[in-house]
């Protein structure tokens, strides 16, 4: 299902929550993102719920008001539940139709709100959940500029190595560690050896960084040793989140030879609390990165004329960050990185087909990720290992704080949204988390 601009989109459309026609939210009617929560007084069962505004319109409420009883009972059902898991499982067309409802439910139109105060909960009175069960979670390389960057670091004569061009680069993470947006960050503990070493010590990590990177679920999954080609592979994407796959560098360093990343990266794992469907961003797709020329095209599987044509995402990604002094003083957060996800060397649809294309099955809920986004450009690198220069390159903060890596109280805060001329901008929340000490 390649989904294309629908009356969703309208950019006349105004709901009857009135916060959610405010300019600069995050949460239009144009947006109905998914996540779950419950309420912050209370350990009811988690809900599903669309933030709308600064609002969340509970999806079992309006199941038990009678909302949704002409949506097929499949349908039904996954509303109910306490995560998305099965809504994702029943695919494409249930969050299509599920949009389609909940846009009529929430637009102005001059009738009364359908029973308000039943069905909505105001976002600062409720407790953000994992949005699904997250049964694999795997995080690919897919900026070239990032690994470039990265490349150039430890090896400046040969930064780029001889398979990027061709194969989407990722390595299979840890699902069990992957923490909700605002959850504190203990900074890890493992070996490192700087060169100066004879040996290794264990200890803290000394070069805490983050990972601005951009995530998407699974919807519908794939069976085993059935591959999902490349013109289907949007079909079994649910929608997009951000991510901060945090990396302990010094750990890193020491540990990823010969078998790749390990204890530097599995110890967390950030995501946003809503993820914002591929039907909602529609209106901001575009053509994937222009590969340079003589760069090789990629191999046929990987090879789609509407994946060039339309693989692309007009996605805005920001970092920012806080010191304890900053957060004391009451200042704002200072801009680290603002970078564009369209210019990811690989698409989402091609990342997805190639973890199938050996036959590996997918499940619903299981969460990939993209990789920093670092653009060409300065001040759109996605790492503090980039910025700095591997920490040979200070960055001082307006306290006159200097920093190479994290420090303990630091907090960092990624955003993300779409703008495009004629539609209505939308938003994907924010990806936060504060380093603790060990």
Known sequence: MSYSINHTHD????????????????????????????????????????????????????????????????????????????????????????????????????????????ILVPMASAELLLPAQIGDYTDFYASIFHATNVGKLFRPDNPLLPNYKYVPVGYHGRASSIILSGTDIQRPQGQRKTPQESVPTFGPSRLLDYEMEVGFFVGSGNER????????????????????????????????????????????????????????????????????????????????????????????????????????????????????????????????????????????????????VSNAEEGSQGSLLEITRRGSQQIELPTGEMRSFLVDGDEVIFRGYCEQQGYVRIGFGECRGKVTSS
Not at 23 to 42: A, E, K, S, Y
Not at 55 to 62: E, V
Not at 338 to 352: E, G, H
């Open 11 to 118: 950019p006349n459309l105004r709901s009857w929550v009135e916060s959610a026609n405010q300019q600069g939210t995050d949460f239009p009617i144009q947006n109905l993102p998914f996540g779950v929560f419950r309420h912050r007084d209370n350990t009811e069962t988690p809900h599903i719920g669309v933030a709308i505004g600064d609002r969340i319109l509970d999806l079992f409420a309006c199941h038990q008001v009678g909302l949704f009883k002409e949506l097929p009972e499949s349908l039904q059902a996954a509303c109910t539940k306490t995560n998305l898991n099965s809504l994702m499982a029943l695919g494409s067309w249930a969050s299509s139709t599920l949009r389609d409802r909940l846009s009529e439910l929430l637009r102005l139109d001059g009738s009364q709100p359908p029973q308000e105060t039943k």
């Open 225 to 372: 040793g059935r591959p999902i080609t490349i013109d289907k592979a949007e079909e079994h994407i649910f929608g997009l989140c951000l991510v901060n796959d945090w990396s302990a560098r010094d750990i890193q360093a020491w540990e990823y030879q010969p078998l790749g990343p390990f204890l530097g990266k599995s110890f967390a794992t950030t995501i946003s609390p809503w993820i914002v469907t591929l039907e909602a961003l529609a209106p901001f797709r575009c053509a994937s990165y222009s590969r340079p020329e003589g760069d090789p095209s990629p191999l046929p599987y990987l090879y789609s004329a509407k994946d060039i044509q339309r693989g692309g995402i007009n996605l805005t990604v920001e970092v920012m960050l806080s010191s304890a002094q900053m957060h004391a003083q009451k200042m704002k957060p200072l801009r680290l990185s603002r970078a564009s996800f369209q210019q990811m060397y690989w698409t989402i649809a091609q990342m997805l087909t190639h973890h199938t294309s050996n036959g590996c099955n997918l499940r619903s809920g299981d969460l990939l990720a993209s990789g920093t």
